[in-house]
């Protein structure tokens, strides 16, 4: 259904659009039902990671945002390190560090992936052009702590000399 909609339109289907609808189709169109049950997992799972966080004290995480440096356009398959917060809900902001790809950086010899997903992360790494790309990081706080949030930024602001 999403697809006949978005070619409706006449508007081609973006690249990153098409990689996650190939996961989604298998399972058709969801009913009311199907959705109220979906919507009773993530709350609990929310339920579940809030009670994470008060358990560790945590007011905000500081990690990665992507699998390496910023990739270029059409390129961010691989999406789990934000999605995992929009999930739970909770604000965050990708923001870039001083550290750069450099020239001539490459995969071990001997590496041998892990999975299919490692890779196309491979394959996309010695396709793509990486060079000076920032290695960036994503600060994310509490649902609904947004404030939190800005004063961690401008905290790390400071230490990261960002603008």
Not at 92 to 116: H, W
Request: some cysteine.
């Amino acid at each position: 259904l999403t697809k006949k909609g978005i070619a409706s339109s006449g508007e081609p289907i973006h690249p990153l659009t098409e990689w996650i609808l190939k996961d989604a189709e298998p399972f058709g169109m969801h009913t009311a039902l199907d959705l109220t049950l979906l919507h009773k997992q993530r709350d609990d799972f929310r339920l579940a990671f809030a009670k994470s966080w008060n358990d560790q004290d945590v007011d905000v995480v500081i990690g990665p945002s992507f699998v390496g440096p910023a990739c270029t356009h059409d390129t961010a398959f691989y999406g789990s390190y934000t999605s995992l917060y929009n999930l739970v809900d909770y604000p965050g902001v990708v923001i870039p560090t001083p550290i750069r790809a450099e020239s001539g950086e490459q995969y071990d010899k001997g590496y041998i992936p892990l999975s299919d997903a490692c890779l196309h992360v491979k394959q996309l790494w010695e396709g793509g052009d990486f060079v000076d790309a920032p290695v960036n990081l994503q600060v994310v706080a509490r649902r609904h702590h947004d404030n939190e949030l800005f004063g961690a930024l401008q905290i790390l602001k400071h230490i990261l000399d960002l603008p």
